[in-house]
Structure formats: C-alpha cells, structure tokens
C-alpha cells in the first residue's frame, strides 16, 4: 500500500537532547513538509523539500533541522535549542502542483521529560 | 499572502442534524481550498478539494462545502450528523500558483456529535 510511514508514534526527549524523528514515503511524490500542531493553533509548517538534496524554512523552522538525501525519506531533527518541543509533529508530502492535495503520516508525538 | 479562517473553534451538533463548519479564505489568486479531517492522535485525512472545476464540492462520508467567490467562503455541510463525525476539521489553501505547493491550515474546528 502506498503512504506515509513516520516513526516512532511516541517519542520522549529529555532537556538538551537532540532527536530525530523519520518520515519516509512510497508515493513518488518530490515534495515533502514538516508540520507541527499544537491545541488550538493549526498545523504550522516547520521545513518543507520539493526536490532531493534541496529543502526551505516554513514558518516556525528555529531549532529544528532537516535532511533530504532521498527522494522517499525527509527526516527532522528537532535540536536542544528547541525552547518548547512539546509537540504533535506531521510529516506530508505531495505532487508539485497546487490543486493536488498532501498525503498525511500517522504524526510522533513529541513529549519532554 | 493566502490565509484561512475558521469561525468556531468548537462545535456541537445532535446525531441527526445538519453540520455547518465556517471557513472563509484569503488569497490574491484563484484559490485551491481543502478540507480535512483529523481522529485523535492520528493524521489528517483529505475530506474534499475544491480546484475550480466545479463550485459545490463533495467528498467523503457524505460531506459537501461550496466554494462561493463573493463571499469568500468554502463552508463544510454534512445534512444529517453521524457520531463517527466526531473529530477536528482543518480547513486549508494551497500556497500553489506552480512554484509550491504548501497548505496554509486554520486554527481547526472541533465537532462534537451529542446523542
């Protein structure tokens, strides 16, 4: 079946820890986002790539960082110098053009300890 | 810039009644406007998508929203509520005009379905 895979769907981080949090995709798609929701603000976006080896800043991008090495994958690292991590993180991807919709992982759930 | 807004953040309805879920959108070119639906602790989920092909939209579990240009909306109608409905609904534009397409969401709905 085709989708999104992120993993793990929960994940504890302890006060100055980086850690990583996988998003990988089998739907051919070149473009790839990070959100992050928090109650009652939405979904913001944090990075998104439309090609491999290429990736842009979205909204809320400080203390966070990403890698696309390959088409299928677009992990994100959230750093220590993340002031609240605390989060439900989704990863998408899509087609490049506008009336196509995203294709939504399962989310991490991002809890510090 | 494109924006969103969704008016009520919570809303609860009797199983049986009409759903009407407010979304009023902002954009300087032709937009394309998405809705979707979210479980707890899962993923989002695409209702329906309105590309100007047509102006009332439908889309899944039975859901419709009509895109109305002069008012600016694309409010989210179901005629009569299921208590599977239950979940949060995001309106969202797409950031298109070809170079991206990222989606700008509101703040979401919650919908509560009462028995």
């Known amino acids: 079946d085709g989708g999104i895979t992120q993993s793990p769907k929960y994940l504890f981080r302890k006060e100055g820890q980086n850690v990583t949090l996988s998003c990988e995709q089998n739907?051919?798609?070149?473009?790839m986002y990070w959100y992050r929701q928090d109650p009652g603000q939405g979904l913001r976006l944090i990075y998104y790539?439309?090609?491999?080896?290429?990736?842009q800043k979205g909204d809320i991008a400080e203390g966070y960082s990403v890698s696309r090495e390959k088409k299928e994958s677009f992990p994100l690292t959230v750093t220590s110098a993340q002031k609240n991590p605390t989060a439900f993180y989704l990863c998408?991807?899509?087609?490049?053009?506008?009336?196509?919709?995203?294709?939504f992982g399962q989310g991490t759930r991002l809890t510090v300890v | 810039a494109q924006s969103v807004t969704q008016l009520g953040s919570h809303v609860s309805v009797s199983e049986g009644a009409l759903v009407l879920l407010r979304c009023n959108y902002s954009?300087?070119?032709?937009?394309?406007l998405f809705w979707y639906v979210q479980y707890p602790n899962q993923g989002l989920q695409l209702l329906l998508k309105?590309?100007?092909?047509?102006?009332l939209v439908k889309g899944i579990n039975g859901f419709e929203a009509e895109f109305k240009k002069s008012e600016t909306s694309f409010h989210l109608t179901k005629p009569s509520a299921h208590m599977s409905d239950a979940a949060e609904y995001f309106c969202?534009?797409?950031?298109?005009?070809?170079?991206?397409?990222?989606?700008?969401f509101g703040t979401g709905t919650l919908l509560a379905v009462q028995p």
């Open positions: 790539s439309q090609i491999v080896n290429d990736f």
């Open positions: 998408a991807s899509s087609g490049m053009v506008g009336n196509t919709e995203a294709f």
């Open positions: 954009s300087s070119v032709p937009p394309y």
């Open positions: 309105y590309t100007s092909a047509a102006t």
């Open positions: 739907l051919n798609h070149d473009a």
């Open positions: 969202a534009v797409s950031d298109g005009g070809g170079a991206t397409n990222k989606l700008i």
